[in-house]
């Protein structure tokens, strides 16, 4: 099994702006699909990369990134969310 593109833990997401789903969950990049997983490894949702929007909100802490994916908007409090939002970019490109 290939090895992770990303992978980031302890990561609080959100749905939308108010409902949290996990406090201390997962964010993996793998063979071009993007997983949220809670923390015991349960899947929120996935997409490949190509169909998820990802950005940093303008008004919002430092710490924050925005994922869009099947429809669902995704707030991710990241440590750490520049590298997030490199490695989607560096995950499109590879599979374009």
Known sequence: MAEPEFNATGVRIERGL???LTRAGQVVIKDGR???LTS?????????VQAVQAHKPLFAARDRALAMMNGHRYSLTLGTPDRFLDAVRAARSARA
């Open 18 to 20: 108010l409902r949290s």
């Open 34 to 36: 993007l997983a949220l």
């Open 40 to 48: 015991y490894g349960t899947e929120i949702d996935s997409a490949p």
